[in-house]
């Protein structure tokens, strides 16, 4: 019985190890950019739409973008293979 509890306490304590915040970070840098620019445009564009939507002011200054565009344009991103990169990255995309 004590063996089985030691065994099941290595296990617990090795699942504990692997999912926790000890295990290093997967993502390479330029994931981490490429979520962080989606998230940077999603944002935006849920913005410009709620303003066109509720006061017809999206696009700042009475731009007739879409707001896909808009956000693209003033965040300096551009969309490459359903991902969105900075237009000032020389990742060499």
């Known amino acids: 019985m ?3 509890i030691v065994i ?3 296990i617990g304590g090795g699942y504990w190890y692997w999912t926790g915040p000890y295990q290093a ?7 981490a950019r ?3 620019n989606a998230k940077t445009m999603k944002r935006c564009m849920g913005k410009e739409k709620s303003m066109s939507g509720a ?7 009475g731009m007739s973008d879409d707001p ?9 991103l551009v969309l490459k293979g359903g991902q969105w990169h ?8």
């Open 8 to 10: 099941l306490a290595i």
């Open 86 to 93: 900075d237009v000032r990255d020389d990742s060499g995309y």
């Open 2 to 4: 004590l063996k089985l």
């Open 25 to 31: 970070n997967k993502m390479t840098p330029l994931e």
């Open 34 to 36: 490429l979520e962080a």
């Open 68 to 76: 896909e565009a808009f956000c693209a344009r003033e965040n300096n």
């Open 55 to 61: 006061a017809g002011m999206g696009g700042i200054g």
